[in-house]
């Protein structure tokens, strides 16, 4: 009979989750004699999925959805025989807030980059400079083929200043709580790098490449989707279909030890285990200080991580006066603003709040503004309140408040991020054959992207394995 091998996982977000569930699959498949740990050092799995039930009220308190062209979700939640719980976003007008003045986001856009002209000259968002310098883009030559550089940098050259800052940035920077002035085009969005190269414009390559949705007669489907109850329906189904036994919480990775055979791992209860793989689902700042002896993990001691907190209210609809048709805005930073964005949840998606409520979900913590995100809950609340209130009359309290902060929690690709990664993975593949890094600091900080990483865990583990 072949030797039991063991198999760890360090970190129980929707990654670390992903990876156990799929190496048990296939150790099922095929009978290998391997046992799969995941520790998780809080007393919950999920991560920075947090679903929360209140009076009626479904409420998100990390992410809020799922991108449905992204495969990987679409393909586990179909493994988990979760299709009938699925629910799509409401589609309808989003704004963009600019010195105090909500815009309709304008249409004919990828990511907040335009791609016909005729929107981007009807567009109220920017000057009629500004969009002579926007229409630039036509007719500029290509960049050269640099290694790396900004997002910021990339968009200014190709765009002008004006809609980056009202357009471009509000939606980037809010999806991955960044400055788009350090983080890496070639990490996060390298496609508008290879239209420019390939097409000599962002705006034609865009038209050429991603064609118009095509006509639908009333509402059309969401891009997004949830499941009834939250996303945490995901969480709670992947945690009921592993093996009884196979997580443990409050139990952080201490240190790692290669040996002759495997490593020794020491959890933070003293308890010491033997492990022939090991898969690192944790955050890129952990790792300098678990493999303390590999001077290479210093690497990611200069990675960022960010900080962001959400304020969610609950209102009687009676409360908002001016009620605004569509989904949520953005704020520019033209905008004397200190919240970044806010979502009408309860018109996104309409049951998560109970018949004529409203639930509203505000965002703060922006880079050079993070030091909000520890205020107390209390003038966190005032202040968001304060906010809306210049946008939307409300004339009553909320019923409810729940902040949630989100420290260091959104890493950082920034400029360089593909070669700092292919450099340490390289050093990991040639010192500590057997430990894999997988996450959100690493290769896609989206649901669905994390996913997909879990799934690359499992080969790569079993691809190990099957040689050592």
Known sequence: MAEQKNILIAGGGITGLSAAYYLQKEIKRHQLPYQVKLVEASDRVGGKIKTLHREGFTIEQGPDSLLARKKPAMKLTEELGLQDKIIRNATGQSYMLVKNKLHKMPKGTYMGVPKKVRPLLSSKLISPKGKVRALADLVLPRGKQEEDQSLGSFFRRRFGNQLVVNQIEPLLSGIHSGDINEMSLEATYPVFHELEQTYGSVMKGLRKTIPDPPAKKGQS???????????????????????????????????????????????????????????????????????????????????????????????????????????GFLVSRSSNYRITACTWTHKKWPNTAPEGKALLRSYVGRPGDEAVVDLPDEELTKLVLDDLQKTMKLTAQPEFSVVTRWKDARPQYTVGHMRRLEAVRGDMLEQLPGVFATGSSFDGVGIPDCIEQGEKAVSDVLGYLDNA
């Open 221 to 327: 489907t969401g891009a997004f989707f949830s499941f009834k109850g939250g996303l945490g329906t995901l969480i709670n189904r992947l945690e009921e279909a592993l093996e009884p036994g196979t997580i443990m919480l409050d139990t952080a990775v201490d240190h790692v030890e290669k040996k002759e055979h495997g490593y020794h791992v020491l959890f933070s209860n003293g308890e010491v285990y033997r492990a022939d793989a090991v898969v690192m689902a944790t955050p890129h700042f952990t790792l300098p200080k678990i493999f303390s002896q590999y001077d290479f993990f210093k690497a990611f001691q200069r990675v960022p991580a960010t900080s962001t907190a959400n304020v969610v209210l609950a209102f009687d609809e009676s409360a908002i006066k001016k009620d605004i048709d569509g989904t």
